[in-house]
């Protein structure tokens, strides 16, 4: 399959590049440089400057393409926050449709649907929940995005999985004692299920439209990683329970 | 028999209940002080912000509003007008703060300019949106009308009445994606408790000179309803905790017309509003 990336370049895009490069071809693409050693380990695939706030240059990449991988993400600056997260998804959904392109992954945080509404209170919480983003630019402004992809699977014949990720680690830094958020997954893990999502025949999809939360397993039980694992087989590998563990 | 002698009767009230009773009536007391300056700084809407103001719309509404509100305006281009005016691109910035500074409610009729394509249309609803909800937290505006549309509720069934509790189904190609965008930004507000919204989903905004034909459209509007429309929800914005359902309500606002999809019963009965240009039962 030839696989468009957007956003490439940033923390997770390098490990994707790692679990896809083996089964498809890549186009590797982002407003920076790849790191060297990504440019030298993956001189098969393509590279490509792509600012997926350009409309033109996201049509121009998706050329050609079977599959568009969406990782851009800026957090902070108020004006590209929207340009990047929620104009990007429109830019990129509209190549998908002048592209003839059916299999979109989108990215975003946890909460792009689970807000502090849910994530303060609740647990179990699930990714089918209706999106409480908040007010927060970042979430919210992802959850935008999500939006505008959701409007595109209604009148077109498009399947767009959305990874909904919150803190990574290494595998190495899981560690008894060590804490942390209960929404946590090794960069492997989390890279491997763009694989599974590439695998998946979109028939096998509940709907054109799909939200996962890309987690481990983790004890606390405040995010539900069920849908990833029976919807797409997500199977993570690292511990992330050891997390919670006493020191001994 | 009086709650109190029930009590007693019942041999519920030992002392301690007696405090706890006590406690309670001077709870409600309190409750009811705060009630009444909450009433008392609801009924306060005395200045409106009205926003882009180069729209049809934002001059209809301006027209209506300035005999019972002091009427400011804000657009991103300049725009004569008897009301106060100021320039605002609603950015990131203190020209939005200075914008809103000072007003008791806005009516964000979020029309971006007249050559936006589709991007900017959706720019300008959800970030301009966002910039100018921030604005108006910091500057302690508590309410919001936000002039939305209908378009993003026609991708039901067309034998259904589709009203105010339907799924909105915004397409790219309705055109009600970013009105959608919109609404649901403005939703994140009400949610947290932030601003009080109310959002007007309007028929297709018809011209007093349109014609027949367009008019036969069952969703549609005149720009001096929507002024109506506008200036029911202001009256009825400081109640809405109490009144409309708390912090966030909809209504859809159309002509009045007996084939409409989108029915406005609960405009007619929440707001009082009675459109009152064309369209009406024969």
Redesign the interface.
């Known amino acids: 399959m030839n696989v468009l990336l957007i956003g490439a370049n940033g923390y997770l895009g390098p490990h994707v590049v790692k679990a896809l490069a083996p089964h498809h071809h890549l186009r590797i693409t982002d407003i920076k440089a790849a790191p060297p050693e990504i440019k030298r380990d993956f001189a098969g695939h393509e590279f490509m400057d792509v600012d997926v706030t350009s ?1 033109g240059q996201v049509m121009e990449a998706a050329k050609g393409m079977d599959a568009i991988i969406n990782l851009s993400v800026v957090r902070r600056d ?2 590209l926050s ?2 990047v997260n ?2 990007g998804c ?2 990129v ?2 190549a998908a449709v002048k592209r003839r392109i059916r299999r979109i992954i989108n990215t975003g945080p946890h909460f792009t649907v689970a ?3 849910y994530e303060r209170f609740d647990h179990a919480i699930s990714p089918d929940v209706p999106p ?4 927060g ?1 970042y979430p ?2 992802k ?2 995005g999500q ?2 992809c959701r ?2 699977t ?2 077109h014949d498009i399947y767009v999985q959305d990874y909904l990720f919150y803190s990574f680690r290494d595998a190495a830094q899981l560690r008894s004692g060590g804490g942390g958020v209960p929404f946590v997954v090794s960069w492997t893990d989390a890279a491997d299920v763009f694989r599974l999502g590439l695998q998946i025949a979109p028939a096998r999809l509940p709907s054109r439209c799909e939200v996962f939360f890309i987690c481990a397993d983790s004890p606390q039980e405040k995010f539900l990683n069920d849908k990833a694992k029976q919807v797409l087989g997500f199977a993570p590998k690292d511990d992330v329970s050891l997390l919670w563990r006493k020191k001994r | 028999m009086k709650r109190r002698d029930f009590l007693q009767t019942a041999g519920l009230l030992a002392a301690g209940v007696t405090d706890t009773l006590a406690t309670c009536r001077a709870s409600e007391a309190a409750d009811s002080q705060v009630r009444g300056r909450r009433a008392s700084a609801d009924t306060a809407i005395k200045e409106v912000l009205v926003t882009s103001a180069q729209s049809e719309l934002a001059r209809a509404t301006a027209a209506e509003l300035k005999g019972d509100y002091q009427v400011r305006l804000t657009a991103p281009v300049h725009v004569e007008t008897p009301c106060e005016f100021v320039k605002s691109a609603l ?2 910035g203190e020209r939005t703060n200075l914008a809103v500074r000072g007003v008791d409610a806005i009516v964000h009729v979020a029309e971006p300019l007249p050559d936006s394509g ?2 900017d249309g ?2 300008y609803r ?2 301009c949106t ?2 100018l ?2 604005a108006a937290v910091k500057e302690g505006v508590q309410s919001i009308v936000y002039l939305s549309s209908l378009r993003m509720m026609g ?1 039901s069934d067309k034998s259904f009445q589709v009203d105010e509790d339907w799924r909105p ?5 309705s055109g009600g ?1 970013s009105d ?2 919109g609404e ?2 403005c939703r ?2 009400a ?2 408790g ?1 601003l009080n919204v109310i959002v007007l989903r309007l028929g297709n905004v018809v011209s007093a000179g349109a014609s027949r034909e367009e008019a036969s459209n069952s969703a549609w509007i005149d720009p001096r309803d929507v002024a109506r429309a506008v200036s029911c929800a202001l009256t009825r914005l400081p109640a809405s905790r109490a009144a409309i359902g708390g912090r966030w309500s909809i209504f859809h606002v159309t002509s009045h017309s007996p084939s409409s999809r989108f029915p406005i019963r609960k405009a007619r009965r929440i707001l009082g509003y009675r459109p009152d240009f064309g369209g009406k039962e024969s």
């Open positions: 409309e108020p004006v929207f340009r929620t104009l429109y830019n959904m509209r807000g502090p509404g409480h983003p908040g007010t630019l919210l402004t959850s935008l939006e505008i409007s595109f209604l009148s | 950015d990131h589709h991007v959706i720019d959800t970030r966002y910039n909800l921030q991708g189904l915004p397409t790219p190609a994606l959608y965008l649901f930004t994140e507000f949610r947290e932030r």
